[in-house]
């Protein structure tokens, strides 16, 4: 069996003309959700097996204080620049290349892509709102046996149920 967590990334500062949008970081509750949600996915779920990540700041920074807090090495957190703003089919596509070690993977990302995929993956939601996070699983051995098709809906934690 293959568990997989979606994570949005915490809230960010708004969209400036000084910065472009890939820089963007977060604010300071988007810091404390991101590090909470770490520590309720730790209760929940357990230490991942791999914490894969859009490079885009906002991302990177959500998957590290998530990491602290689940006592994950910040140093094997895996970023991907194609993971920035990527739609549905495509994290689908990077997450099915995952090794097959790999059981449980936490993966930080962008809306909205993230939403898109959580309905394609078969739970009807409007808006994963930031630093909430979202637990699946799929009975398959391998990732890149991951559809759409297989998907069970096991928890959903919103950032301010926290």
Known sequence: ???LVILRHGKAEQDTMAKDDYDRVLTDRGNKNASDMGGFILKKWGVPDLILSSSARRAH????????????????????????????????????KLPDEVNRCLYVGHNPGVTELINDLGVRLDNLPTASAICFEF???????????????????LAKEL
């Open 1 to 3: 069996m293959k568990q």
């Open 61 to 96: 920074d959500t998957a590290i204080l998530a990491a602290q807090s689940l006592g994950y090495p910040q140093e094997e957190i895996r970023t991907d620049q194609n993971l920035y703003f990527a739609p549905s089919r495509w994290i689908l596509n990077v997450i099915s």
């Open 139 to 157: 009975h398959i051995d391998s990732w890149a046996d991951i559809s759409t098709e297989r998907a069970a809906f096991h928890w959903l934690k």
